[in-house]
């Protein structure tokens, strides 16, 4: 157990629905990453958190946004779901800014898209 | 830029050894290496600074080749506790902050 909490676990949805992915990091932990990892697929930076603000982005679509709040808790919100969407989210936490960090990964949220 | 792993794919008989190549075209920082099991999250393993330093942990060790921008993983006397999927993550400068994680090399070892 990695100390990181995912939820939920599991979700199911139709296409051009809206959902919310929530992560609560280490505690501690400053710095929350989320990563989208489709099937065969390896780990696709979305965006990255530190104590509340953006610090870095990857390939996030403009339908998906995150942010994360004073509590250090963190939410992926995925808006206008297509197929292609299904995927293993995962959210990572780190507990400083940057900087040779080994990431702390959470247990996933499996979203199917149908 | 995502760096390449090789091979995609290996199997091993338990008690032989492996080893996991991370390439990247671009000047890198540090190197990140995990293990990832089927359904599960990925679990550190090490991170590999450049200066070509290299590290162990069991026996599962790493280096770092900073002139070719390339790490690799090896994994000596395998067990079957070892099967997953291997992914390297790149960094390329200090304070950089994200990792850019390779395409994975998936592990079997079989008994």
């Known amino acids: 157990d990695s100390g990181v909490t995912q939820t939920p676990k599991h979700l199911i949805t139709a296409t051009g629905q809206r959902v919310t992915l929530r992560c609560s990091p280490r505690?501690?932990?400053?710095?929350v990453y989320w990563y989208q990892q489709s099937l065969d697929q390896g780990l696709q930076f979305l965006i990255q958190y530190y104590n509340g603000e953006e610090r870095a982005k990857g390939n996030i679509l403009e339908r998906f946004s995150a942010q994360q709040f004073p509590d250090l808790h963190s939410e992926l919100n995925l808006s206008s779901l297509e197929l292609g969407d299904s995927a293993l989210y995962f959210c990572a936490s780190s507990p400083r800014l940057a900087g040779v960090l080994e990431q702390f990964f959470g247990p996933g949220t499996r979203l199917t898209v149908l | 830029q995502q760096p390449v792993q090789s091979p995609q794919a290996v199997i091993l008989r338990e008690g032989e050894d492996a080893v996991i190549n991370c390439s990247s075209s671009?000047?890198?920082?540090?190197v990140h290496w995990y293990r990832q099991k089927h359904g599960e999250a990925p679990v550190f393993l090490m991170i590999l600074l450049k200066g070509g330093e290299q590290k162990g942990h069991d026996k599962i060790s790493a280096s770092f080749n900073e002139k070719k921008q390339q790490s690799s993983l090896y994994l000596t006397a395998s067990q079957l506790s070892y099967s997953g999927t291997y992914f390297c993550g790149t960094e390329r400068a200090f304070g950089n902050e994200k990792l850019t994680f390779g395409t994975g090399t998936r592990l079997t070892i079989i008994p």
């Open positions: 671009k000047a890198l920082y540090s």
């Open positions: 505690s501690g932990d400053l710095s």
